[in-house]
């Protein structure tokens, strides 16, 4: 009796761990991955900045968001003058960086008796010292803004401002100070820091002055965007995400070859997937590695395995393919979970288990973009395996791919050369990019369907820069050369024209105000998303310098 009692508790015993094992399919390898992660943590380096000088907001129609700056003189005009009368002053830095301020004070006359109150605002844009923040109608935290209210209770020792602050422009307001004594502010400076160390290589000579200008400005971005890990933006939200972290990577290959920023990243997001071995689209660093629990989108958990397989065509680094192969495998199979034997994906099941992300664009309807999208994540995982010679371990995925190819066909209206998605038939550019990556029409048939949609008026257009970017490679894929450079100087370039130091994270060129968070000051001004034209200037040279 005994021995069958011990029998049964082994047996159960089993059966638990068994449960468990099945449960957290990479529960032995995350250690071992946080523990790579935190190796390939880079230092970052550190810059000291001075001010350019000082500037005024204009009001200005013309300008982006209605406000632009009016240079007023050296930044050392304002260290002989009495603050008590200055009051209010704004600092150009020059140039959109990330880091830590600080400054220092002179007295002038008396000897400080009391404390000095300051209000600091950092800003990335000029508008965002226009705008008031108060009362605050976005859906993002109000924190997330740069204004900080400060005490300073030694004036004659240098001030640090503790919160790592990212923008170009600085307003400084006195709040409160003594009328006993008078003081100057002096040694006004900016510790940009970034994990960038490489210079990229110049463009040929030849390039258009324009396409210079707007790779210069993409990788002032994405260096901004580099921190300890490639950040989505350094204002907000100052993490990783996987949608970034794929075109950041990729536009990293062709300018500053930081691969081991990559590699963290790819070890980071497998250590920190769920207990199904699903990953988890956005995670922090601090205080210790963690996902943002329960977000998961679809289209991000797919882009691990296409962001795994550029950097190994970028580094040739096997041992981190060999270990991560395991989590790309695991994250093709949530495509199984909805593909109907059609070949067609059940869309509202995957809407209503998952955030499906593709652009912010509330009106866009997404079942023909995750067709697309899923079929080009086989497609690329599948030429992954086939790099490091694992494509047995995928045997059933080249039939996945024709069965979902035939299936996306019922997608299309012959009649317009269109994919259609929803009962309401819509069309987007969204559809049709997502299908022409995923490779369901030939080059000749993609053309077709190009040229239908941007001849169509009603066509739900991109959102933002995520989806241009999208776009810009639907376009350089289906041989439209001309195209694709036209469309970039024009999108990007009209950033820049508009005085863009760094990409923006959202950009419509008829509405400057345009914010999926309700408040545009919170939009982030330099987002790594809008950094890709770095990728296609110097990745296709043939076509954009
Ligand atoms: C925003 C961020 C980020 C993006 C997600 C989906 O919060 O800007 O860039 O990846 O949304």
Request: aromatic share 14%; glycine share 6%.
């Amino acid at each position: 009796m005994k021995n069958q009692f011990k029998l049964a508790g082994i047996a159960l015993l089993f059966l638990f761990y068994g449960s468990l094992f099945a449960q957290d399919v990479v529960k032995y390898n995350r250690e071992i991955w946080l523990k790579k992660a935190e190796e390939f943590k880079p230092e970052l380096s550190k810059d000291v900045i001075q001010p350019k000088g000082i500037v005024e907001l204009v009001e200005d129609e013309r300008a982006f968001q209605g406000w632009t700056v009016k240079e007023l003189g050296a930044v050392e005009s304002i260290y002989e003058r009495s603050f008590n009368e200055l009051k209010t002053v704004i600092v150009d830095f020059g140039n959109h960086y990330t880091g830590y301020f600080s400054m220092n004070f002179r007295t002038l006359r008396g000897t400080p008796d009391g404390p000095l109150r300051f209000k600091l605002t950092f800003a990335e844009v000029p508008a965002e010292l226009a705008t008031p923040f108060d009362p605050y109608p976005g859906a993002l935290s109000r924190a997330w803004l740069q204004d900080e209210i400060i005490t300073v209770t030694d004036a004659l020792s240098e001030v640090k401002l503790e919160r790592r602050i990212s923008g170009r422009y600085m307003k400084i307001e006195l709040l409160g100070s003594s009328r006993y004594f008078d003081f100057a502010v002096s040694d006004l400076k900016f510790t940009a820091v970034t994990s960038v160390k490489e210079k990229p290589e110049t463009l040929a000579e030849s390039a258009d002055d324009i396409i210079k200008k707007i790779d210069q400005v993409g990788l002032n971005t994405l260096k901004e965007c580099m921190q300890t890990v490639y950040e989505d933006g350094p204002k907000r939200d100052q993490r990783l995400w996987i949608g970034d972290l794929y075109l950041e990577s990729i536009a990293n290959a062709v300018s500053y070859n930081n691969h081991d920023l990559t590699k963290r990243c790819l070890y980071l997001l497998a250590g920190l997937s769920d207990e199904r071995g699903v990953v988890h689209g956005t995670v922090f660093e601090a205080p210790e590695p963690h996902p943002q629990s329960g977000q998961f989108l679809y289209d991000y958990a797919l882009l691990f395995n296409v962001t795994l397989k550029e950097y190994f065509e970028a580094t040739n680094d096997k041992e981190t393919v060999s270990e991560l192969f395991p989590v790309a495998k695991r994250q093709l199979e949530i495509i199984n979970d909805y593909v109907q034997p059609d070949g067609i994906i059940d869309f509202e099941k995957a809407n209503s288990e998952w955030w499906l992300f593709f652009d912010w664009k509330n009106d866009l309807h997404k079942a023909a973009s995750v067709q697309g999208l899923s079929i080009f994540a086989l497609s690329e995982t599948y030429k992954l395996a086939e790099l490091v010679d694992r494509e047995d371990e995928l045997k059933d995925v080249p039939e996945l791919i024709k069965r979902m190819k035939r299936g996306s066909m019922k997608l299309y209206n012959k009649k317009i050369n269109l994919f259609e998605s929803g009962s309401d038939q819509q069309i987007s550019y969204a559809s049709q990019i997502w299908m022409i990556l995923g490779g369901v029409l030939s080059k000749k048939e993609s053309q077709k369907t190009l040229n239908s949609l941007l001849s169509m008026e009603n066509a739900v257009q991109p959102g933002g820069p995520y989806m241009y970017h999208y776009f810009i490679q639907a376009l350089v894929n289906s041989g439209m050369h001309s195209e694709a450079k036209e469309y970039l100087v024009d999108y990007w370039g009209g950033m820049v024209k508009k005085g863009a130091d760094t990409f923006w994270e959202v950009y419509d060129p008829d509405n400057d105000y345009l914010s999926p968070y309700n408040f545009y000051p919170v939009n982030s001004y330099c987002h790594a998303w809008s950094c890709t034209p770095v990728y296609f200037i110097r990745k296709y040279p043939e076509i954009f310098q």
